[in-house]
């Protein structure tokens, strides 16, 4: 009376085994006409397949193979190279071929000297292997999706002697495939310049094809919101709060409402400095230059969602300016400058060597644009 339920069971647990699959994905992204898309290829390392981390040695995935299908009307070409677990691997053996509306790859290790580092059961869609760069025709719509087909019987994955394979007809292979967006180019160098205590102007490159830009805003750790739609690429934001860090991105639009990606994010923190600008061998180093920047860089760390520097009781008037004084405001400033995806700054003199370096007029100067 137990066999069949056990039979049962059996059955069960080898259907669980048959129907695990290791992933193949390409991504997606977007360009303007003529431009080229990034696009991620992953691989999803899954357990209980007849390859991968849990398959024991001589049995990971040390080589893998795929074609990708693509309309030539609106794809001028595409190539492919390693990134990610792949980029620093040497291979056994790597080939690329293409033709119109096509291209393939394949690649092989030697998993003894380049084991492929996939993380068993890694969250979709898995690691990275390489990217496609995707090169759009000059005449490609705007508005328009060119579809990056996987071609199912291309695809394989094997071990390095290419004993045991998986694919889409063995049922141990799924594809996910993906697509390119044909966008308006992304409005380039923004640029974000405080005016007074109440204003911020800015600047950015124009579009081909754009009919008005959107303007973005955020400030004191808020979340990006909408300001305003613009015709030309020009903008001043007027009524601000004083000694406070706005951080600014645009996007273009069409004439159809198509978007394009948003710009770089720049940053603009409404205060006026005292002496400014400094004059090197002549301004006399005063508290108020090193309270201004603290002010500064803390409205820039509020806006970046961080806490203010620690308070420093040896800034004051009468006491020596140290070298550690502006090396935490370097420190806090940059940190914030990441973090809120401005871009880190290099600074004169760096490291600063207390008892030796000299203040100078340009470690203050730096500072302060560097909050601007």
């Known amino acids: 009376m137990c066999r069949k339920p056990l039979l049962f069971l059996v059955v069960v647990m080898a259907a669980v085994s048959a129907s695990a699959q290791d992933v193949l994905t390409v991504g997606t992204g977007s360009a303007a006409p003529g431009g080229t898309a990034s696009i991620p290829v992953s691989i999803a390392d899954r357990s209980g397949t007849s390859l991968g981390s849990d398959a024991g040695a001589g049995n990971r995935i040390q080589g893998f193979a795929f074609k990708v299908m693509f309309p030539a009307a609106t794809v001028a070409s595409v190539t492919f190279t390693r990134a990610g677990v792949a980029a620093s691997l040497?291979?056994?053996?790597?080939?690329?071929?293409?033709?119109?509306?096509?291209?393939?790859?394949?690649?092989?290790f030697q998993e003894t000297s380049n084991p492929i580092p996939f993380l068993l059961d890694a969250s979709t869609p898995g690691d990275q292997v390489g990217t496609l760069n995707v090169t759009l025709q000059g005449g490609a719509a705007i508005g328009s999706t060119a579809p990056?087909?996987?071609?199912?019987?291309?695809?394989?994955?094997?071990n390095q002697a290419g004993t045991t394979t998986e694919s889409v007809a063995g049922g141990n292979l799924a594809l996910a495939n993906g697509s390119v967006l044909c966008s308006l180019a992304v409005p380039a160098n923004l640029v974000a310049q405080p005016s007074g205590t109440s204003q911020v102007n800015l600047s950015w490159s124009s579009v081909a094809g754009a009919d008005h830009y959107e303007v973005w805003r955020s400030f004191n750790g808020a979340a990006f919101a909408f300001l305003t739609n613009v015709n030309s690429p020009l903008h001043s934001d007027m009524g601000l709060l004083a000694s406070t860090t706005y951080l600014y991105k645009v996007r273009a639009v069409d004439v159809s409402s198509n978007l394009s990606a948003y710009s770089n994010v720049d940053a603009a923190t409404t205060i006026v400095f005292t002496d400014d600008p400094l004059v090197a061998m002549s301004t006399v180093v005063k508290v108020v230059h090193i309270n201004e920047l603290r002010t500064a860089v803390n409205a820039f760390r509020t806006s970046a969602n961080l806490p203010p520097l620690a308070s420093d009781p040896t800034i004051g008037a009468g006491l020596t300016v140290r070298a550690q004084h502006v090396t935490d405001l370097r420190a806090g400033l940059n940190y914030a400058r990441s973090a809120a995806g401005v871009g880190a700054l290099q600074f004169t003199d760096s490291p600063l060597t207390p008892?030796?370096?000299?203040?100078?007029?340009?470690?203050v100067q730096e500072l302060r644009l560097g909050v601007r």
């Not at 990056?148 to 094997?158: Q, V």
């Open 90 to 108: 040497t291979p056994l053996f790597e080939t690329t071929l293409s033709g119109s509306g096509w291209m393939s790859y394949v690649v092989s």
């Open 355 to 363: 008892g030796a370096t000299l203040i100078r007029a340009t470690h």
């Open 148 to 158: 990056l087909t996987l071609h199912p019987p291309s695809a394989l994955f094997s």
